[in-house]
C-alpha cells in the first residue's frame, strides 16, 4: 500500500500485485458510497422545503425572471447561495425536486473534494475513508444536512480554495494563488462566516513562507494574488448590485442588520442553544471517536505530525464558523464535517501504518475492517429514516412544529385561484409558500424576526411593513400564528401591538379562506400562539383587491401557553 506500506516491508512483487487491487477497492468503496446516498437523496426529492430553502429558492427565483437580489426581497446574507440556487433550478428545473437533486450535485462534489484532501495528505486509504465519512455525515437529519443550507456551498468553496492553495504552495504560481483566492472569496459570498476560511489559508500559507528563507517580493506577489482573488467575488457583486440600483439596500441589510444580529446573542443564550444541538451533531459517536484518534494521530504517527498544523487548523476553523455569532444552530455545524471526516480517514490510515511497523502486520487490515462495521452500523441506524418515512413525514420529524409541510398544499390552494400579477402578504417567516405559489412577496421581508428582535431597526421595519401592507394591499395574506415563525416566547408579548395590528388588518378587506392547524408528534414540545386555541396557519383572500381595509371590531384575544424556544 503506497500510504501505508513500505517496499521495505513487503516485497516488491506483492506490493505491486496489491496496489491495483487497493486502487480498485478505494474507487469503489466511494462510488458506493456516493451512489448509495444520491439514491437517498433521490428518494427524497420531494421533501418540502423549510424556510432558509424557501428563501434561497424564492430568490434564485426572482433571479431568474431577471429581479435582482434586494429589490423586492431582502435579507442579511450574501447573494452567493442565492446565485447557487438560481444556477441549479435553471439545470434541474424551478421545483422542490430540482433543488434537491441539484443538491446531490454539490454535496457529492464537496466529498469528492474531501477525498482529494485526505489523499493528498495522508494517502488512498485516508482519502476513501474521509469521503466515505463526509457523504454520510452529510446526509444526516440531526444536522439538517438533508436540507440545501447555505453551509453546504460554504465548504464546498472552502475545501476548493484549500486544495488550490497547497497545489499553489507546491507549485509556487500566482495564477494558482489567485484561484485559491478566488474560491475562499466564493465561500465568503456564499455567507458571511466563510471569510473564516479564507482567513485561516491565509495564515497557513504565511506560516509556511516563515518556514523558508523570507523573500519579500516573492511573497508580496504571492500574497497579493491570493487577497486578490479572495477579494474579486465580493467586488464584482458590489459593482451589479450598484448597475441594479440596489446598493444601499444591500448594504443594509448585509452589513449594518448584520452587525446588529451577530451581537444580539448572550452567553448565556449561547450556551443553552450549544447544549441543545451539540449532543446530536456529533453523533454517531463511534465515528466521532475516531475523529478525535485522528486529531490525537500526530503524538504517536509520524506520518501524522507532518500535516498535524493544517488539519488542526482547518478543524479549529470549521468550529469558528459554527460558533459564529454564537446561535449554534444545527445546519451550522456542516462546517466542521470536512475536516472531521479528514480525521477520520487519518486515524485509520495512521493505525495501520503503526500496525505496520510492529511485528502486528497481519493485524494491519483491522482499522479498516473496524472502520467498515463502524460505518455501517452508522448507515443502519439511519435506515429507517432514510427509507421508511415519507418525505413529508422526514420534514415533520427534522422540524418540530412547523409549517413546512402544510405550507404546501396552502401555497398549491393559492396556486389554483391566483391570476398573474398577485401579490402575496406573509405575516410570518415562510418564504417557501412565495416560492411554490410564484408570487411577489409584499413587503419584501423574508422572515419576521428581524421586526422582532430586540435591535434598533426593529421598530423602523415594522413600520416599513404596515404600510407597504396597507399600500398595496396583496390579494392573498397567509398569516402564521406560531411562535416559531416569529422568534421567541418574548417576542410575541413585547411586540403585541404589531401582532393586534396585523390581526385587525387580516380581518379587514380579506375573508378567511382555510385555517390549517399545526401539528406536534411529540406533547412536550408545543408551538406558541396569539389567537384561536391552537397553533394555525390562515390563509385570507382580500374581498375587494382595489379597497383599502378598514379598522375592525376588536378582535379576541386568547392568551398564550408557555412554549420551549426556537432554531432558524
Known sequence: MSSVITTEAVPA???QRRLPLQRYACYAALLLAFMAMAA???RLRNAPLERDEGEYAYMGQLMLHGVPPYEVAYNMKLPGTYAAYALLMAVFGETTAGIRLGMIVVTTATAFLVFLLGKRLHGLIAGTVAGVTYIFLAIRPSVMAIDGHATHFVVLAA???LLLLLHAMERQ???LFFAS?????VSYLMKQPGILFGVFAGVHWLWNEAKRPFLWRRVLLRGSALLLGAALPYGFTCLVMVHAGVFQTFWFWTWRYALEYGTLTSLSNAWIFLKATLPWAVRPLVLWALVLLGLAAPLWSRRARAHAGLVAGFFITGWLVVSSGLYFRPHYYIAVLPAAAVCVGIAVESMQSWLMT??????????????AAAYCASVHGQWKTY???EPAQLT???HLVQVFAKAVGVAELIQSSSSPGDQIGIIGSEPEICFYTRLRCTGGYLYMYPLMEKQKYAKEMQDDLRSSFERRHPRFLVYVDAERSWGWEHTLRDNRAFFDWAWAYSHSGYTLVKEVPIPSDYEEVKSDHLWGDRAQLYLFESTDELAAPKAPSSPTKVSSKSSHGMTR
Request: glycine share 8%; charged share 15%; hydrophobic share 55%.
Open 396 to 398: 415533520t420529524k427534522m
Open 358 to 371: 510492529t511485528n502486528f502486520k497481519r493485524l494491519a487490515l483491522i482499522p479498516i475492517l473496524y472502520f
Open 159 to 161: 475545501l476548493a480554495g
Open 181 to 185: 483566492g478566488l474560491a475562499f472569496g
Open 13 to 15: 512483487p506483492s506490493l
Open 40 to 42: 437517498i437523496r433521490v
Open 173 to 175: 504560481k500566482p495564477l
Open 387 to 389: 427509507l421508511s418515512l
